[in-house]
């Protein structure tokens, strides 16, 4: 239910670094994608650890320019080489943009030969998800989502729910503080439920997601704020907190429309699809 995120960590050391951290303290769950470049510090930190690879889950994501029921194999294997891995755990499609139901294919025949163990989607809006779901032979097992106290996405939640579809959150503490233009680590309302509980902030947000079964991948390079976010196990938020909570809500991404005709364009430009060297 508690992963690490590697997104913009920095260089391959540093990911191996960040990531031997959170082995060490615990954590048995890490999420990379190819565009990220942490793919080959992951492997090198599993490696340097002496953990089985049968112990740790690892979900990573294909490229928007290899999304094609040709390119995404190669690019899956590419992948494997980086991880220095025989299989993934989850592979996901990481937007949904250009030849998505091709690479879907292609995708679902690595499933089958063992190579990743599951299969799911990113970024998807409910109507994409249940298209896909109804006219694929294998249905997205994972859909990974934009969602936090100030974007509670119910509706898609609710469809992902009707499916059995596993709802991932990024950016469960949207932009962090206030001067980044997100405002959930100094909520002055998250504040005093942090108080009541003894918590932190970020602790109070990810026991919030998780209670509503709700898969959360926090990212710190810092030890102590690993341990921190790992330790949600031991309270529960009660109604009132939740009902603070739900007041919240400002319904809309705190970073893009996902459905904007340049979001898109960009996602598909030579900024985007750069692959790590």
């Given at each position: 239910m508690v992963g690490i995120g590697t997104f913009n960590i920095g260089s391959t050391k540093e990911v191996q670094s960040a990531?031997?951290?959170?082995?060490?303290v615990g954590y048995r769950h890490i999420d990379t994608a190819q565009r990220y470049g942490s793919e080959e510090g992951i492997g090198a930190a599993?490696?340097?650890?002496?953990?089985k690879r049968e112990e740790v889950f690892i979900t990573t994501k294909l490229l928007p320019r290899f999304a094609n029921e040709k390119d995404a194999p190669k690019a899956?294997?590419?992948?494997?080489k980086r991880l220095q891995s025989d299989f993934v755990?989850?592979?996901?499609?990481?937007?949904?943009?250009?030849?998505?139901?091709?690479?879907w294919r292609a995708m679902s025949r690595l499933h089958k030969e063992g190579k990743t163990r599951a299969l799911g989607v990113c970024n998807f809006s409910a109507d994409r998800l249940v298209d896909f779901c109804l006219n694929n032979e294998i249905k997205p097992a994972i859909n990974q989502v934009e969602f936090s106290p100030l974007y509670?996405?119910?509706d898609l939640q609710k469809v992902m729910q009707e499916y059995g579809v596993k709802l991932v959150s990024w950016s469960s503490f949207g932009r962090g503080r206030t001067g980044l233009a997100g405002g959930v680590l100094d909520n002055p309302t998250l504040a005093k439920i942090a108080k009541k509980h003894n918590k932190s902030i970020a602790q109070i947000v990810l026991r919030?997601?998780?209670e509503q079964d709700i898969i959360v991948l926090p990212k710190t390079t810092k030890k102590e704020r690993m341990v921190e976010n790992i330790s949600i196990f031991d309270f529960a938020l009660d109604s009132d907190d939740k009902a603070q909570i739900a007041k919240l809500n400002k319904g809309k991404s705190l970073f893009f429309d996902p459905q904007d005709a340049k979001r898109i364009e960009w996602l598909n430009s030579d900024e985007y699809n750069i692959m790590p060297s």
């Open positions: 990531i031997e951290s959170a082995l060490e599993l490696k340097a650890s002496g953990i899956f294997e590419d992948s494997l755990d989850l592979f996901l499609l990481h937007w949904d943009v250009n030849d998505t139901y091709g690479a509670q996405r119910s919030w997601l998780i």
